[in-house]
C-alpha cells in the first residue's frame, strides 16, 4: 500500500482545504473524512455547501458519485465470501485503491485475498487520508499548493500499475482499450462516477460476451 499512500495525501489536504474554504470547521473537515471517507463524493460536497445546495442535493449527488462501489461488491463477492457483518464493515472502508490493491495482490498472498488482507488495505488508507485531512484543515494556508507540486500525477500511475499485470490475454487487452475509450468519451457528458460505472459495467459485459464467443468457437 506504500506506494499509493503519496498519491493520496495532497488529495486529503486539497479536499480540507477546499472544506475549509466553504465555511465549514476544523472538526466538521474531519467528521466527513471519518465518516463519508470518498474522495470524489467529499470534494462535492463541500462544492455544493458553499454553493448553498439543499441537503438532499448533496446526498443525491454522493450517492451517484459512489454507486461505483457496487461493482465493486459484486466483483469482490466472485472471490471473497463474507458474512453479513463483514460485508458491513469492508463496505464502509472500500474505495477504488483498496479495491484494487486486494484484486491484484489479494489472490497473490500466501493467505489469499481474505476479509484481514481486505480490511488491512482499506484501514491502512483510512488512516493516511484522515491524518492528512487534519494536517490539511489545520495548516491548509501554510502548506504549498500540491498541484503545483506535479503529485497529482501518482495516484494515476499507481492504478497503471495495479491495472498492467491484469492484461495478460487479448481478450484483456482489448476489454481495458475498449473500457478506457468509453470512460473517455463518458467523461465529456457525465459525472465521475457514472463514468466509471458506465464504463465498468460495459467493459464486463464486452469480456463475457468475448469469453463467451471463444468458448463457443
Given at each position: 500500500m506504500v506506494p499509493l499512500w503519496p498519491g493520496m495525501v495532497p488529495f486529503a489536504v486539497a479536499y480540507a482545504v477546499t472544506a475549509r474554504g466553504a465555511g465549514?470547521?476544523?472538526?466538521?473537515?474531519?467528521?466527513?473524512?471519518?465518516?463519508?471517507?470518498?474522495?470524489?463524493?467529499?470534494?462535492?460536497?463541500?462544492?455544493?455547501?458553499?454553493?448553498?445546495?439543499?441537503?438532499?442535493?448533496?446526498?443525491?449527488?454522493?450517492?451517484?458519485?459512489?454507486?461505483?462501489?457496487?461493482?465493486?461488491?459484486?466483483?469482490?463477492?466472485?472471490?471473497?465470501?463474507?458474512?453479513?457483518?463483514?460485508?458491513?464493515?469492508?463496505?464502509?472502508?472500500?474505495?477504488?485503491?483498496?479495491?484494487?490493491?486486494?484484486?491484484?495482490?489479494?489472490?497473490?498472498?500466501?493467505?489469499?485475498?481474505?476479509?484481514?488482507?481486505?480490511?488491512?488495505t482499506e484501514l491502512s488508507l483510512y488512516a493516511v487520508w484522515n491524518a492528512s485531512t487534519l494536517l490539511g484543515a489545520l495548516a491548509g494556508q501554510v502548506l504549498p499548493d500540491p498541484a503545483a507540486l506535479g503529485v497529482g500525477v501518482i495516484f494515476p500511475l499507481a492504478f497503471l500499475m495495479l491495472l498492467v499485470p491484469l492484461v495478460v490475454s487479448r481478450t484483456a487487452l482489448v476489454v481495458t482499450v475498449a473500457s478506457g475509450l468509453a470512460a473517455w468519451g463518458l467523461s465529456r457528458v457525465l459525472p465521475g462516477g457514472l463514468v466509471i460505472l458506465g464504463a465498468g459495467v460495459g467493459g464486463a459485459l464486452l469480456g463475457a460476451w468475448l469469453t463467451t464467443r471463444r468458448s463457443a468457437a
Open positions: 465549514l470547521g476544523v472538526w466538521e473537515t474531519q467528521l466527513m473524512s471519518l465518516t463519508v471517507f470518498a474522495g470524489a463524493s467529499q470534494f462535492a460536497a463541500a462544492g455544493l455547501f458553499a454553493a448553498g445546495a439543499a441537503g438532499l442535493g448533496i446526498v443525491l449527488t454522493t450517492f451517484l458519485l459512489n454507486a461505483r462501489h457496487v461493482l465493486y461488491g459484486l466483483s469482490l463477492a466472485q472471490t471473497l465470501p463474507l458474512s453479513a457483518r463483514q460485508r458491513l464493515v469492508a463496505a464502509q472502508f472500500l474505495t477504488d485503491e483498496a479495491y484494487g490493491m486486494s484484486t491484484v495482490h489479494g489472490p497473490r498472498d500466501p493467505g489469499g485475498l481474505t476479509f484481514a488482507f481486505l480490511l488491512g
